[in-house]
């Protein structure tokens, strides 16, 4: 559930100019919706997905055995979380197609695997999660547009009440605070596609589908413009 005072649009934070022609509308797209636990990811690509056609790619979270057993004991069981989410989520992608007519939509990338990596696991684990991971990442396709959803730690914190999961209970307000600076750690200097950066505590489009009509035609834009010769790193829009 998104946050009550917010606006109906979104004021673009432009990178690359807007032209005064029509954007044309780009399919089959791959778009990928990332942030922190509570942002509104899935919720953002349930609702796009009404207005691309496209198939889902949704995370595999409470079918993780090792999950409840983290939020007790992230020492003991960070390492068999971390590569349980690795493993289940590079199959989903292993066999995403790269070309044909299907869109698709993600709410995740595999690189949330290696932020929360970095945030849970002793050193002599991570050495050896990354060795993996950088095995896996070579083979899976980049998306044409990612979109970074953040928020305050509050309206996180609040989501994640109101979506009343188990193992979530008495959510760790430090460990949440950790985690979104790590994701604006690595987004601040994320070039490989071009990326909408969006704060949900001031949109909603959970009522409203003004937004979802905006960021849709701002990602189409945006892949545009890196087909018309704009370099990946210029391309970049954000509400903040």
């Avoid at 959803?149 to 760790?172: G, M, P, T, W, Y």
């Amino acid at each position: 559930m998104m946050p009550s005072q917010t606006n109906s649009s979104v004021e673009w934070k432009i990178t690359v100019p807007s032209s005064s022609k029509a954007v044309q509308k780009i399919d089959p797209l791959y778009v990928v919706v990332e942030g922190p636990i509570g942002v509104g990811k899935t919720t953002l690509v349930r609702k796009l997905q009404s207005q691309m056609n496209a198939q889902l790619l949704l995370e595999i979270v409470e079918e993780n055995p090792f999950l409840e057993k983290f939020y007790q004991d992230k020492d003991r069981y960070a390492f068999q979380t971390q590569l349980f989410f690795l493993m289940s989520r590079f199959k989903q992608q292993k066999d995403l197609q790269k070309e044909g007519k299907q869109s698709y939509l993600a709410d995740y990338h595999l690189l949330k695997d290696k932020i929360f990596a970095e945030l849970t696991l002793k050193q002599e684990e991570l050495s050896l999660y990354q060795t993996v991971f950088q095995s896996l990442a070579t083979c899976i396709r980049k998306p044409d547009v990612l979109i970074y959803l953040h928020a305050d730690s509050q309206v996180l914190l609040k989501r994640i009440e109101q979506r009343n999961r188990s193992f979530e209970k008495n959510f760790d307000v430090s460990y949440l605070n950790k985690l979104s600076d790590k994701y604006r750690s690595h987004f601040s200097a994320y070039q490989e596609t071009p990326m909408i950066r969006l704060n949900t505590s001031t949109i909603d489009y959970v009522n409203d589908d003004g937004p979802i009509h905006e960021i849709l035609q701002e990602t189409n834009r945006l892949v545009n413009a890196v087909r018309n010769g704009i370099k990946v790193s210029d391309c970049v829009s954000s509400n903040y």
